[in-house]
C-alpha cells in the first residue's frame, strides 16, 4: 500500500510558477513511475507529467517546455515544477504512483492516487 500527499498548490498570477510536492509512504517508492495529472472543472482528467524508476520523464504537449517532474528517492518525493502559468492550467492537480510497465500517460498505469491539490492562475 502507497499513500500519496500532495502539497504546493495555490493562487498564482499568469506568468508565475509553483512548485508541487507529493510525498510517499513506503520503502519501494523508487521502483514506481509516479505521475502527476490534473482536472479541471467539468472535464476529464488529464495526462501531465511522468517520471519513471529510471528517470525517464514524459510530459503532454500542453506542458513541454514549462513544467519539469523530477524525484527525489531519498525524501520519497516527487515534484512538479511549474513555470509560466496560465489559466488554462487552472485544475486540481493529482499525484499518482504505478508499478506496472503500462504507458505512463495512461490512467490505468497508476495503481495508488493522492487527494489532490488546487492551483488556480488567474488572468
Known amino acids: 500500500q502507497v499513500q500519496l500527499v500532495e502539497s504546493g498548490g495555490g493562487l498564482v498570477q499568469a506568468g508565475g510558477s509553483l512548485r508541487l510536492s507529493c510525498a510517499a509512504s513506503?520503502?519501494?517508492?523508487?521502483?514506481?513511475?509516479m505521475g502527476w495529472f490534473r482536472q479541471a472543472p467539468g472535464k476529464e482528467r488529464e495526462f501531465v507529467a511522468a517520471?519513471?524508476?529510471?528517470?525517464?520523464?514524459y510530459y503532454a504537449d500542453s506542458v513541454k517546455g514549462r513544467f519539469t517532474i523530477s524525484r527525489d528517492n531519498a525524501k520519497n518525493t516527487v515534484y512538479l515544477q511549474m513555470n509560466s502559468l496560465k489559466p488554462e492550467d487552472t485544475a486540481v492537480y493529482y499525484c499518482?504512483?504505478?508499478?506496472?510497465?503500462?504507458?505512463?500517460?495512461?490512467?490505468?498505469?497508476?495503481?495508488?492516487w493522492g487527494q489532490g491539490t488546487q492551483v488556480t492562475v488567474s488572468s
Open positions: 499518482a504512483a504505478g508499478s506496472s510497465l503500462r504507458d505512463p500517460k495512461g490512467q490505468y498505469a497508476y495503481d495508488y
Open positions: 513506503g520503502r519501494t517508492f523508487s521502483r514506481y513511475t
Open positions: 517520471i519513471t524508476w529510471s528517470g525517464n520523464t
